[in-house]
């Protein structure tokens, strides 16, 4: 699926603070694998690295 800058998103990683929380992909990155990772800037902070399967779209 992919995501997109701009894009809201609903982050699920037990080991974050911001576990659940919604946000806002703000940079998109390739690792050298080619698998995409991202940085999601929250209210209160930001989250690097977050792999796609961490993350679910905003419905609506």
């Given at each position: 699926?992919?995501?997109?800058?701009?894009?809201?998103?609903?982050?699920?990683d037990?080991?974050?603070?911001?576990?659940?929380?919604?946000?806002?992909?703000?940079?998109?990155?390739?690792?050298?694998?080619?698998?995409?990772?991202?940085?999601?800037?929250?209210?209160?902070?930001?989250?690097?690295?977050?792999?796609?399967?961490?993350?679910e779209?905003?419905?609506?």
């Open positions: 699926m992919g995501f997109e800058e701009d894009d809201q998103v609903i982050l699920h037990e080991h974050s603070e911001h576990d659940g929380e919604e946000g806002t992909v703000t940079q998109v990155m390739e690792t050298m694998f080619g698998d995409a990772t991202y940085i999601v800037s929250f209210e209160e902070g930001k989250e690097q690295g977050v792999p796609e399967d961490s993350l779209p905003v419905e609506g």
